[in-house]
């Protein structure tokens, strides 16, 4: 009976269904369930880096069209479900932790959220993603080393250099943890335009960082 309530209340935060497929995890699977995880689409760590003009990117998925890894995606932000950040950082940081420039990384920074979204979402999700990575590739975690000091209006209206401008001024550097002489590994959930690293990029480097690599869980370029 007590064991019943447990397994119940156990599945109550950790629900028992796949992230990418929703259907019912059996026995040894965990949050991502075998046939999702056979079919994602991860990107060859090779070929499936993206030059920044501030420095190399890896994303562990290509996003294209694959719904479960926009499934996986939805579920880690919007439905109070970061566990899978930190698992998906955990797998990815086992790779990274064999691949240059990404593995000779002095500490590891998330991209903040601004404060106003972090309270109503409860958590970063690019911060649990980071705590994996951090985890599994045995590199110091600085998760208030940037910070977001207003929302992002509207991108769509604003040309590229205004783009940047505006995503530019958005963040600043925590002098606390500022990274100086330091080999920074920046961290988010999505790369779309790259605006959001670029800026963040730069914030790091007039810091003092010496170089600056990004890694996302997926690239929807
Ligand atoms: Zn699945």
């Known amino acids: 009976m007590i064991s019943r309530y447990l397994t119940d209340l156990t599945s109550l935060f950790f629900p028992r269904t796949c992230a990418g497929c929703d259907t019912p995890l059996v026995y040894g699977e965990k949050l991502i369930c075998t046939s999702c995880w056979y079919h994602l689409p991860f990107t060859l760590l090779h070929n499936g880096t993206d030059n920044l003009s501030t420095g190399q990117c890896a994303s562990f998925f290509s996003f294209l069209d694959s719904s479960r890894v926009q499934r996986i995606i939805y579920q880690l932000k919007y439905r109070n479900r970061p566990e899978i950040g930190s698992f998906l950082g955990e797998k990815y940081g086992i790779l990274l932790c064999e691949i240059p420039p990404f593995n000779e990384a002095d500490v590891i920074v998330p991209v903040p959220l601004h404060p106003i979204k972090l309270r109503k979402r409860g958590y970063n999700q690019s911060a649990f993603f980071a705590l994996g990575l951090s985890h599994s590739m045995q590199k110091p975690l600085a998760e ?10 509207s ?3 604003k ?17 606390a943890e500022a ?7 920046l961290v988010d959930d999505v790369l779309t335009t790259g605006a959001t690293l670029e800026a ?22």
């Open 144 to 153: 208030r080393c940037l910070v977001r000091h207003r929302a992002t209006p």
């Open 155 to 157: 991108q769509t209206t």
């Open 159 to 175: 040309n590229r250099y205004q783009r940047h401008e505006n995503m530019e001024a958005a963040f600043r550097l925590n002098e």
């Open 179 to 185: 990274p100086v002489g330091k080999h920074v590994l």
């Open 200 to 221: 963040c990029s730069t914030v790091l480097l007039m810091g003092g960082a010496t170089q600056v690599n990004a890694v996302t869980i997926a690239k929807a370029l």
